[in-house]
């Protein structure tokens, strides 16, 4: 019985995420005896056609080019697992919804008119389906090879959904909001970092995006008491995940109802 195929495949990213798998080093040994890598073209030029047992898509879809692709790898993946905060939530590069991005194209780009491009980066999930979605900027390896191990052994990854909060507890790292009256994204943040920012004094930037359970109506009141107004509330919401935590043309104020705030 031959190995099941694993493929990885790049959108509008970093290469990150795919970095994180290249970076797992003795751990990749093994799972290179479990698995075949069929397509990974960050490790090396060598592809088989599909269609693939076990697929990991990083980036988001900000091209004509790019919706017409995840198609494609869709239908050639029995499972497909979205990585990184491009490809689940749009990325950083989803900071185009919230502008014109016409006006934009004219003023970089000495001919726009050779520059295909959408109006919206959006998660790969607002295409097709997608099995399982692993969060971060970049993903945690430890993650990632749950997700690896869970596929081959036929279950669920056991990838924890609450938030960064709590990874702070677990390391018995003191609150910097409540110690130091720190802004901080912990309460609405998906753990899986380690909560590394708290443990060195920082505030959580969100980069894991939004955990199972997002009140922000509860936490901006505490951001904005803590020293930011309403511009420095949304810069901070609109990075990693930046439509994930607030939505184009949702109010992120104070007196805004869960429904319009929740992603």
Known sequence: ??????????????????????????????LAGRVRIAHFLEASSAVEPGPYDLGLVEGSVTTPDDARRIREIRAQCRVLVTIGACATAGGIQALRDFADV???????????????TLATSTPVSAHVDVDFELRGCPID???????????????????????????????????????????CLGP??????????????????????????VNLPALI????????????????LRTFNATAFDPPGRDTGADATDEEVRP
Request: glycine residues 10%; proline residues 6%; hydrophobic residues 35%.
């Open 188 to 213: 609405v943040t998906h753990a899986g970092c380690g909560a590394i920012c708290p443990a060195f004094g920082r505030g959580c930037y969100g980069c894991f995006g939004p955990s199972g359970s």
């Open 1 to 30: 019985m031959s190995a099941p195929t694993l493929a990885v495949f790049k959108l509008a990213s970093c290469d990150g995420c795919q970095l994180t798998l290249l970076d797992c080093e003795d751990e990749l040994l093994t």
């Open 141 to 183: 390896r430890g993650q990632l090879l749950e997700v690896v191990t869970a596929f081959l052994a036929g279950r669920r990854p056991d990838v924890p959904n609450h938030s960064v909060c709590f990874a702070c507890k677990r390391r018995g790292t003191v609150c910097v909001t409540v110690a130091h009256g720190t802004p």
């Open 221 to 236: 009141p505490l951001l904005r008491r803590d020293g930011l107004d309403e511009r420095d509330v949304r810069r901070l």
């Open 102 to 116: 016409e006006e934009f194209r004219r003023t970089v780009y000495a001919r726009p008119e050779y520059v295909e």
